[in-house]
């Protein structure tokens, strides 16, 4: 699985960090971080993220 975030979309509102703790996260600048390759576990949870996404600024790739 791969993760990919459309930053240009994104507007750091969070959710996709409350969603999937794991993978998503801010930096010290306040900016979405994340894993683009996480472990296919955290599956359930990415695709929450993706879901919750005001946005619709992630993407999952198989």
């Known amino acids: 699985m791969k993760v990919v ?5 994104c507007q750091d ?3 996709c960090v409350f969603a999937a703790p794991d993978v998503f996260s801010f930096d010290d600048a306040g900016r979405l971080a994340y894993v683009s390759d996480p472990d296919d576990a955290l599956r ?3 695709e929450e ?7 619709q600024a992630i993407r999952i790739e198989d």
């Open 49 to 55: 993220a993706a879901d919750v996404c005001p946005l």
């Open 5 to 9: 975030v459309d930053m240009n979309k």
């Open 44 to 46: 359930d949870e990415v």
């Open 13 to 15: 509102h969070g959710q």
